[in-house]
């Protein structure tokens, strides 16, 4: 049987992320493993907006990680920090791609879970793809979730937002 002890989850936020916690979430609690929550953002150095124009460029490089640490601890509920020992993390970085997998690698992760908008053509061309590089580079397997593509549907499960308010209460 395949053990996934730990369970990381990689979000940018957005409607293909939340599904990807959905479906990490479930995993890691089917599995009684750990998830991991991660959030890879840029600092402001990295960012490359002229440091020289904010006053004190600390003062906002810690405005960004606290705004930052509020939305990725919004993921997880109650229930997701004790059943799951659910963990917010949170990496600086302007390669989010090797970022997600140097935390996968130390951490021991067995599973990432991360949403993709499914781009093709000239616009995955121009713009790359976070998932494709970390599929590529990452030491374990990774479950790429397109927003709402496919949804498994069990006897008892239960509409997204439901199933949502379940994991909070459990």
Known sequence: MI???HVLVATDFGEA?????AYGCALARAMRGILHVAHVFE????RGI???YFENP????HEIEESV???IDALLTDGDRRDLDGRAVLLESSDPAAAIVDYATNAGVDLIVMGTRGRTGVSHLLM???AERVVRLAPCPVLTVRHREHTFD?????SRGAAAAQRGSL
């Not at 992320?17 to 916690?21: H, I, S, W």
């Not at 600390?58 to 490089?61: G, K, L, Y």
């Open 154 to 158: 069990l006897p008892d499960s239960v």
């Open 58 to 61: 600390r003062d906002v490089q």
């Open 69 to 71: 640490r509020r939305r």
């Open 43 to 46: 600092g402001v150095a990295d």
């Open 128 to 130: 790359g793809s976070v």
């Open 17 to 21: 992320a939340g599904d990807a916690l």
């Open 50 to 52: 002229g440091v020289a």
């Open 3 to 5: 053990a996934l002890k």
